[in-house]
């Protein structure tokens, strides 16, 4: 594998927090992770990134983007190839959490752990759901749902709702894996592990 900086870029803040948990939970502590701060922002930030001494020099091993699904993994995929390509981040992968190139790699995951859909909150939702007061949270939306007009309920309400039942403040998940509350260890981050240490 090439020598040289590994940066892994993410959509937000809680994103970036997340993959450094994950990474440091694995031993991985060699790489530069930064938000682009909004999936719209991506192409922009590239395009900025490129410009920096090291990717000038060609001092970079590794360049990966983690970007949540949302409503549709394929789109969200296209999307980050696109602004990849266009800033001249080749070869590209061709298929999700895929790595390619040799003398600098590069990585895309998304994503989506509800069939396709889905962001970090639902992955960090997903390690907990085995936990004896999760079934609480739905229970609560229920009860909500019964006795006003609100029928849907995000992620990010749900994550807010559970890190209630553990804490009065920090109810976000930025702060909740700063603080360890995710279980790292939990398969639903093995996916998440495994892309960063072909890196």
Known sequence: MSQ??????????????????????????????????????????????????????????????????????????????????????????????????????IGILIIGPNQGKGMIEDLCLQSVSDRPEFGCVDDYLRCIADKCDRRSFSSKGKIRIWMGSHSDHDLYVGCAAAKGYWPWENASFDPLKAFLRAL
């Open 4 to 105: 040289g900086l590994k940066f892994v870029f993410c959509e937000g803040g809680d994103d970036l927090a997340v993959v450094r948990g994950v990474a440091e939970s694995i031993g991985l502590l060699d790489f530069r992770i930064e938000r682009f701060l909004g999936k719209d922002r991506l192409t922009e930030f590239l395009s900025d990134v490129r410009k920096r001494p090291e990717f000038v020099q060609e001092n970079v091993a590794s360049v990966a983007v983690v970007r949540d699904a949302d409503e549709d993994l394929n789109a969200a995929f296209t999307s980050v190839r696109h602004s990849l390509t266009t800033n001249g981040f080749t070869p590209c992968p061709d298929h999700n959490g895929q790595i390619a190139g040799t003398s600098r790699r």
